[in-house]
């Protein structure tokens, strides 16, 4: 029978089953300082030790600051923070892993851009971690998804995971990007389509030209934005730009494996005729840059668009919730989005802080400079080694000319754990993947856009389509 | 695990749909390296007028009178009435350990997000799915009687209102048994220890490189 690819890993991992309810088997699992430590300290509690040490891959990146780092760990300034990240660093220490990147190591950064960029995220793999965000490793014809923490510790403690099945749903999207559309708009533009309900129940395949004709860290970015569809898992079948894409990473498999690997995870694709329990398409010559108006990711329009009217709303729920996002944002509907001014912007997380991310941005800052009204434009690295690569290429010169802060890798103002956020009333364009209501500070409102459009909101002060720049 | 077997308690309504995990706890208090004491921080920004941070006197702080649970007649509440995709966001146990440190054991709505699901039943917490129909009669009844309280048997698997009506409602046969006798999903599993070995061995042999 035809199997999708998500039948093909889930199947392929199952240790037993029972009434629908499986045991599967985890491959690779990344630890990160926040959701980590009541896991370890439950297996202390209980004198457990973890399965299996070398699937563990750890860094430290929520809580870690941006800036100071000259100072060290008492350049944290929050002690609170300063306690988890040490703590994380005891854990490995007592536990064990195969690697572990803490902070201020050349190598530490977002879990989500750390473990692709070491080779540590494989195809057919199934990988975990206590972050949502984890649905990132999908990319790769991966079973990837966030887990909470007490699935953490069990993992830990047995290598498997008590799942049953997601129902599948492919989404296809086919055409050809037009200029100054990336993967970003493709996934905001979904999740418009579907809300951030749809994917409830489902693990998400993205398929169709656009998907194939996509970078790895394209890729990354869509199945990362999986969850904010609602979805646990996005997945992608492997193809070369895959395969190339880990290639030579420090921990992939090396010549005398590399060849059986190869031929494995070129079986990483749905069948031709396998059956999904739902279908979304788009074409990508609807896709238009996208900008959030609103204070969940499915409150999105293009950037010619405006702030929706009450009377578009499905539902007195939905009216609900958009009279409550007028008021948060401190937006009125019928408002053009190119109107909407910025006081700061953010160009980083698990989203869209790679390289390609940070190329894309800066070519649309070179030469030009922040407007007066922007108090703050960050651009935050997704990795040590991501900052490196940038440095090597002048792109933080770029950016530093530009107005531009140049920080060190971290999480950083995605979620506003660290020092890095917005005060009470502040707007920002930022590449991250969450608009919720507090998520980059309390009060704050958060616009979320792709790495491009951010880079020319901070040179005009206000949203504009990066198409129209030449 | 405390286990969960049936339950009388006081309803609140909280009428939002897609109420994300930053919202049922804000990532400040994430810094914790413990998994209690969060109650007093649940829905922090909407609860309180200020701004909260951890290790403040929450008793101190001042109360935001239009937030439905500050209302005194939801004080003691232990089941959370609420709208579709309740949950979504983030992945943190926080938010189900802040509602069950509140007092919270049921919530009903009409769908939730996946992970934040799963991780009430590994609290003790038991998430139920109605449609939404259902859910919108309950919150008009709420809304009419002070005090409403909703009557749960997990091994019935129904609601009971104070006027005698029954909505029968679904749950997972493996986590409905783990619930209602309070178990440990690690002690299950590790009775799976001999299977998990032998799948191990067979996998490694598969694909060698996952082992390196």
């Known amino acids: 029978m035809a199997k999708t690819l998500y039948d093909k890993l889930f199947d392929s991992h199952v240790v037993t089953e029972e009434n629908g309810t499986a045991l599967i088997y985890i491959d690779r699992h990344l630890v990160h300082e926040v959701t980590s430590p009541q896991a370890f300290e439950g297996l202390r509690l209980a004198g457990r030790k973890p399965w299996r040490i070398s699937s563990i891959v750890a860094t430290a990146d929520h809580n870690t600051p941006t800036n100071g780092w000259d100072k060290g760990l008492s350049g944290i300034a929050d002690p609170v923070a300063r306690l988890q990240i040490e703590t ?36 057919g793999m199934t990988v975990v971690c206590g972050d949502s965000h984890t649905s990132t490793h999908g990319a790769f014809g991966a079973l990837a998804h966030g887990i909470g923490t007490s699935e953490v510790e069990h993992v830990m403690a047995t290598q498997c995971l008590v799942q049953k099945k997601s129902k599948t749903m492919q989404v296809v999207v086919n055409g050809i990007l037009g200029k100054g559309v990336t993967a970003k708009d493709v996934a905001l533009a979904i999740i418009g389509k579907t809300g951030t309900a749809g994917g409830n129940g489902y693990a998400i395949e993205f398929a169709g030209s656009v998907i194939r004709n996509m970078s790895m860290e394209g890729r990354m970015t869509l199945c990362n934005m999986a969850i904010e569809a609602g979805a646990r898992a996005g997945i992608i079948a492997v193809d070369d730009t895959t395969i190339n894409y880990v290639k030579g990473r420090p921990f ?11 031929a494995y995870w070129n079986t990483l694709h749905s069948d031709e005729g396998a059956a999904f329990d739902a279908t979304v398409t788009l074409n990508a010559e609807d896709i238009q840059p996208q900008v959030t108006w ?117 999480c950083s103002m995605c979620l506003a754990m660290n020092a890095d956020r917005l005060a009470s009333g502040e707007r920002c364009a930022s590449t991250s993947n969450r608009n919720f209501e507090g998520r980059q500070g309390q009060g704050g409102r958060t616009h979320l856009v792709s790495p491009e459009m951010a880079a020319a909101a901070a040179v005009a002060g206000h949203f504009v389509d990066v198409r129209d720049l030449s | 695990m405390q286990a969960f077997t049936q339950l009388n308690g006081l309803v609140a309504p909280l009428d ?9 706890i ?35 702080r001042p109360i935001n009178p239009d937030f439905v649970l500050n209302q005194s007649r939801y004080q003691g509440a232990s089941v959370l009435l609420t709208r579709e995709n309740f949950g979504c966001g983030s992945s943190r146990e926080h938010a189900p350990w802040a509602l069950e440190d509140y007092g919270f054991k049921v919530i009903i709505a009409p769908s939730f997000a996946d992970i934040f699901f799963n991780n009430c ?23 009419v009687t002070e005090g409403y309280k909703l009557n749960i048997d997990l091994s019935a698997q129904t609601i009971t209102t104070p006027a005698g009506e029954v909505h029968p409602f679904e749950v997972d046969a493996f986590r409905k048994h783990c619930l209602l006798n309070g178990l440990d999903d690690i002690g299950l ?12 061995l067979k996998h490694q042999q598969a694909q060698p490189w996952l082992f390196n």
């Open chain 1, 88 to 123: 994380l660093s005891d854990n490995i220490r007592e536990f064990g892993a195969k690697a572990y990147f803490p902070f201020m190591d050349s190598r530490q950064g977002i879990v989500h851009v750390v473990g692709p960029e070491q080779g540590a995220t494989l195809p």
């Open chain 2, 26 to 60: 804000p990532k400040q208090f994430l810094k914790s390296i413990k998994r209690s004491g969060f109650g007093p921080n649940a829905f922090d920004e909407w609860r309180y007028l200020d701004q909260g941070e951890p290790g403040m006197d929450n008793s101190k």
């Open chain 2, 16 to 24: 939002r749909a897609n109420v994300d995990t930053d919202a049922i």
């Open chain 2, 189 to 200: 599993t590790m009775q799976q220890q001999d299977k998990i070995k032998a799948f191990e």
């Open chain 2, 121 to 143: 039943f590994k609290n003790g917490m038991l998430p139920i799915v109605l449609k939404a129909d259902v859910v919108d009669g309950l919150f008009n009844q709420v809304s």
């Open chain 1, 252 to 262: 992939s498999p090396k010549a005398d494996q590399w060849e059986a690997a190869v």
């Open chain 1, 294 to 410: 609103g204070t969940s990711p499915e409150m999105v329009v293009g950037i010619d668009g405006k702030v929706p009217s009450l009377e578009m709303a499905k539902n007195e729920v939905q009216r609900g919730d958009w009279e409550r996002a007028y008021a948060y944002m401190g937006l009125t509907p019928n408002t053009l989005i190119s109107d909407i001014q910025i006081d700061k912007v953010f160009i980083g997380s698990c989203t869209n802080s790679r390289i390609e991310d940070l190329r894309a941005a800066a070519a649309i800052a070179k030469g030009k400079h922040i407007a007066p009204n922007v108090k703050l434009a960050l651009v935050v690295p997704g990795s040590g080694l991501v900052k490196a690569q940038a440095e090597q290429e002048g792109l933080d010169k770029i950016f530093t000319e530009a107005g531009f802060e140049w920080r060190e890798p971290g």
